[in-house]
């Protein structure tokens, strides 16, 4: 089976910082592309950022203050957050598109979620 841990939400004022982490393990061959996703209350789970071995995408509304970065020896995936926006109050939630060992294809897994609140 394979995890996925997140951890780096709370609650911050408007204009600071959060770095959220995510740490994939378990019965992994390799994993070919890591990403972040968020769900605002009464809204649908959109995309926030992603990154496979050569590139990253990022959702327009965090475009400039959101950066993707990814540990591929450790399997874990980063989302610095800087001028946060009350607009970004969401849980967050780790994914990851994974070869397994033994096992053909490729499988998603999410994380759990991790809440992050910015007040004004």
């Known amino acids: 089976q394979v995890q996925l841990v997140e951890s780096g939400g709370g609650l911050v004022q408007a204009g600071g910082s959060l770095r959220l982490s995510c740490a994939a393990s378990?019965?992994?061959?390799?994993?070919?592309?890591m990403g972040w996703y968020r769900q605002a209350p009464g809204k649908q789970r959109e995309l926030v950022a992603a990154?496979?071995?050569?590139?990253?995408n990022y959702a327009d509304s965090v475009k400039g203050r959101f950066t993707i970065s990814r540990d591929n020896a450790k399997n874990t995936v980063y989302l610095q957050m800087n001028s946060l926006k009350p607009e970004d109050t969401a849980v967050y939630y780790c994914h990851a598109r994974v070869v397994r060992r033994m096992i053909i294809g490729e499988y998603d897994y999410w994380g759990q979620g991790t809440q992050v609140t910015v007040s004004s």
């Open positions: 378990g019965s992994i061959f390799s994993v070919s592309a």
């Open positions: 990154i496979t071995t050569g590139s990253t």
